[in-house]
C-alpha cells in the first residue's frame, strides 16, 4: 500500500519563502508528484521527480530523497495567487503511474 | 494544448434522479481517462480507471452499478451517478492521459463538477 503525509495548513508572508514537506512510504517507488489545487478547480501538474536532488521550475522547486521517503516542494517570492492546495502524489505499483494523492497542504499567503 | 473539459461544471438534483457528466480532451487523444470524488478538505480519491472500448476499472468501494462509466471515443468519457443521494454530493472530477508512443506518466484534468443532491 502507500501512505502520504502532509502539514494540513501553512501560512506565509507574500514575498517570502515557504516549503511543503511530504513524506511518503511504498511499496515500489516510481516517482512522485506535486500538484496545485486552487479552490473549487481541477488540480494542475507542478513536477515530477524521479530521481534524488532538487528540480527547479521558476519559482517552484522541487525536492526528492528515496532513501528518506522525502520530498519537499519551495515556492519562492511568494503571491497572493500562490494561495492554494499542494497536493503530493505518488503513483501505484506496477507501472499504471495512477497517482495516489495526499491530502494536500492549505497554503494561505498574507499581504 | 492537453485541454480537458467537463459538462456540466456544477449541478442539482434530486434525491433518486440520475445525472451524467461528460468529460472530453479537446486537443489529443486519450487513452486512459480517471474519475475522482473530492469531498471537502479531502485528498482526491479515485473512483475508475476507464480505456476506450473496454469495461471501467473500479477501486474498491466504487459500486459499479451506481457510477456507471462510459468510454465510447478517444476524447469522451461519461459518468452516470445512478439513484443519486445526498451523499454523493461531491466534486468530480475527471482526467486524461495522452495516447503516445511509449506511453506517458502525464494526466490532464478536467475543471471538475460539483454535484449536489437534494
Known amino acids: 500500500g502507500q501512505n502520504i503525509d502532509q502539514p494540513t495548513e501553512m501560512t506565509a508572508t507574500e514575498g517570502a519563502i515557504v516549503q511543503i514537506n511530504c513524506t511518503y512510504q511504498?511499496?515500489?517507488?516510481?516517482?512522485l508528484f506535486w500538484y496545485q489545487q486552487h479552490a473549487g478547480e481541477a488540480p494542475t501538474f507542478l513536477s515530477y521527480n524521479v530521481l534524488d536532488g532538487l528540480e527547479e521550475k521558476g519559482r517552484f522547486s522541487s525536492f526528492l530523497s528515496r532513501s528518506k521517503g522525502y520530498s519537499y516542494l519551495l515556492l519562492k517570492e511568494l503571491q497572493m495567487k500562490d494561495s492554494a492546495s499542494y497536493l503530493c502524489?505518488?503513483?501505484?505499483?506496477?507501472?499504471?503511474?495512477?497517482?495516489?494523492f495526499g491530502r494536500g497542504t492549505s497554503l494561505i499567503v498574507h499581504p | 494544448g492537453a485541454v480537458v473539459s467537463q459538462h456540466p461544471s456544477w449541478v442539482i438534483c434530486k434525491s433518486g434522479t440520475s445525472v451524467k457528466i461528460e468529460c472530453r480532451s479537446l486537443?489529443?487523444?486519450?487513452?486512459?481517462m480517471f474519475w475522482y470524488r473530492q469531498f471537502p478538505k479531502q485528498s482526491l480519491m479515485l473512483m475508475a480507471t476507464?480505456?476506450?472500448?473496454?469495461?471501467?476499472?473500479?477501486e474498491q468501494g466504487v459500486e459499479k452499478d451506481k457510477f456507471l462509466i462510459n468510454h465510447a471515443s478517444l476524447t469522451l468519457s461519461t459518468l452516470t451517478v445512478t439513484s443519486a443521494h445526498p451523499e454523493d454530493s461531491s466534486f468530480y472530477i475527471c482526467s486524461a492521459r495522452p495516447q503516445l508512443a511509449g506511453g506517458t506518466y502525464e494526466q490532464y484534468f478536467g475543471p471538475g463538477t460539483r454535484l449536489t443532491v437534494t
Open positions: 502524489a505518488v503513483p501505484r505499483t506496477g507501472g499504471s503511474y495512477i497517482p495516489t
Open positions: 511504498t511499496s515500489g517507488f516510481n516517482g
Open positions: 476507464s480505456n476506450e472500448g473496454s469495461k471501467a476499472t473500479y
Open positions: 486537443d489529443f487523444q486519450a487513452t486512459t
